[in-house]
């Protein structure tokens, strides 16, 4: 069985980093496009980031110079090193498994790990 | 702001059938593969639809996907208070550095 469980999340304030994590089982994370969705309070979902099978990796404007994505394929973990963090970046973050057939979609994603930047 | 639009909500009634559009251009809707995700408080999000109108397997058949020029749609038959939640869209966007791009989310309430 696919599972996916993020930690990580917690309270830190502006300027900050923070680590997330995404523990998968059921499926190796090597060679899998793995990604992180957001969703901040009370808003929609915004994609965050992609890490291709390579391991050359894609960022929303949002987010790019100051989030790393990365994977440990030994543990079988995905990561976000989330650096300067800003009172816009609190929300629930999901790391989501992409598939691809015709189309690209996210076929299992993890239940979520809130981050909240505040002073 | 969204990339791609949906209604905020949507309503019905127990039993009924709902639609949730989700309007694009053509660097996303209108040239990419639509997929469509169920959100309930404190559940990982569910994939409902991939590839405009493909379900995976242990989604029901009231969920159904369409997609026509620019607009996709989520249609879902057979009400249940259980359906009760928030519904994205979501596809790539071509465009140079948008990646992948979702709607703003529709609540749908079963009355």
């Known amino acids: 069985e696919v599972q996916l469980v993020e930690s990580g999340g917690g309270l830190i304030q502006p300027g900050g980093s923070l680590r997330l994590s995404c523990a998968a089982s059921?499926?190796?994370?090597?060679?899998?496009?793995m990604n992180w969705v957001r969703q901040a309070p009370g808003k929609g979902l915004e994609w965050v980031a992609i890490?291709?099978?390579?391991?050359?990796?894609f960022y929303a404007d949002s987010v790019k110079g100051r989030f790393t994505i990365s994977r440990d394929n030994y543990r079988n973990t995905l990561y976000l090193q989330m650096n300067s963090l800003r009172a816009d970046d609190t929300a629930v973050y999901f790391c989501a498994r992409q598939a691809y057939t015709s189309g690209y979609y996210f076929d299992y994603w993890g239940q979520g790990t809130l981050v909240t930047v505040s002073s | 702001q969204s990339v791609l639009t949906q209604p905020p909500s949507v309503s019905a009634a127990p039993g009924q059938k709902v639609t949730i559009s989700c309007s694009g251009s053509s660097s996303n809707v209108g040239n990419n593969y639509v997929s469509w995700y169920q959100l309930l408080p404190g559940t990982a999000p569910k994939l409902l639809i991939y590839d405009d109108n493909k379900r995976p397997s242990g989604i029901p058949d009231r969920f159904s996907g369409s997609k026509s020029g620019t607009s996709a749609t989520l249609g879902i038959t057979g009400l249940q208070t259980g359906d009760e939640a928030d519904y994205y869209c979501g596809t790539w966007d071509s465009s140079l550095s948008a990646g992948l791009v979702f709607g703003g989310g529709t609540k749908l309430t079963v009355l």
């Open positions: 059921g499926f190796s994370v090597s060679g899998t496009y």
């Open positions: 890490i291709y099978s390579g391991d050359s990796a």
